[in-house]
C-alpha cells in the first residue's frame, strides 16, 4: 500500500463545475496536509494547506479533511480551463520533517 | 525576491561522469529537500536537511549525496550517474515543521 494515495485521473469537467480530487493516506500520525497545483513543466506551487478536521476554504479552492478515515479532498468550485493541471497531494509524516507525495490527478476543464 | 534557486536547469550527462546540482534559497528556510519525479511516480524524496548542519536519507538516496553549505545552500551530487537516474530533480525548502514547500524550478537531468 502505498502512503499517499490518489486516483491518476484523468478527470475531466466542463468549465464552470465543481472538480473533486480525493486522496487518502496511511499514516494516522500526520498532522498536516497540502494540495499542489503543477501545470506540465512547471514545479509545484503549494495552494492549500489544512491541519484539523473539517473544512478549509480559499477563494474557489475548499480542502476537507477527515483524520478518522484518512482521507483529504480538494473542491474546485467555477472551474476554469486555467486550472487545468495536476494536482499533488502531500502529506507531513509523523516527526515533521518529511513530506510524502501522491503520485497527482490530472484534471481537464473543457471550454 | 527569488525564492528558491536551482542550477542547471537542463543537464545531458554520460553514463559514470559525475556532477552537483545547486540550490539556493533566500527566504531564511531552516529545513531545504531534495526530491526527484518520475512519470507516474510523483515525488521522492532523496535528502533532506533539516537544520543547517544536518543531513539525513529519504526513501531514495542510493546514488546520491548531499551537502548544506550554509543556511541558504543545499547542493545534490551524483558521483557515478547511471540511465536510471534520468529525472526531474526539484530541491525545496521550508520555514518550519507543519509548512508547505516552496519548490525551486527544476533540474532536467538525462543520463545516456
Known amino acids: 500500500q502505498k502512503e499517499v494515495e490518489q486516483n491518476s485521473g484523468p478527470l475531466s469537467v466542463p468549465e464552470g463545475a465543481i472538480a473533486s480530487l480525493n486522496c487518502t493516506y496511511s499514516d494516522r500520525g500526520s498532522q498536516s496536509f497540502f494540495w499542489y497545483r503543477q501545470y506540465s513543466g512547471k514545479s509545484p506551487e503549494l495552494i492549500m494547506s489544512i491541519y484539523s478536521n473539517g473544512d478549509k476554504e480559499d477563494g474557489r479552492f475548499t480542502a476537507q479533511l477527515n483524520k478518522a478515515s484518512q482521507y483529504v479532498s480538494l473542491l474546485i468550485r467555477d472551474s476554469q480551463p486555467s486550472d487545468s493541471a495536476t494536482y499533488l497531494c502531500a502529506v507531513l509524516h509523523t516527526g515533521g520533517f518529511k513530506t510524502i507525495f501522491g503520485a497527482g490527478t490530472r484534471l481537464f476543464v473543457k471550454a | 525576491n527569488a525564492g528558491v534557486t536551482q542550477t542547471p536547469k537542463f543537464q545531458v550527462l554520460k553514463t559514470g561522469q559525475s556532477m552537483t546540482l545547486q540550490c539556493a534559497q533566500d527566504?531564511?528556510?531552516?529545513?531545504m529537500y531534495w526530491y526527484r519525479q518520475d512519470p507516474g511516480m510523483g515525488l521522492r524524496l532523496i535528502y533532506y536537511s533539516a537544520s543547517e548542519g544536518t543531513t539525513d536519507k529519504g526513501e531514495v538516496p542510493n546514488g546520491y549525496n548531499v551537502s548544506r553549505l550554509n543556511k541558504r545552500e543545499f547542493s545534490l551530487r551524483l558521483e557515478s550517474a547511471a540511465p536510471s537516474q534520468t529525472s526531474v530533480y526539484f530541491c525545496?525548502?521550508?520555514?518550519?515543521?507543519?509548512?508547505?514547500?516552496?519548490f525551486g524550478s527544476g533540474t532536467r537531468l538525462t543520463v545516456v
Open positions: 525545496a525548502s521550508k520555514s518550519s515543521g507543519l509548512e508547505g514547500y516552496t
Open positions: 527566504m531564511n528556510h531552516n529545513s
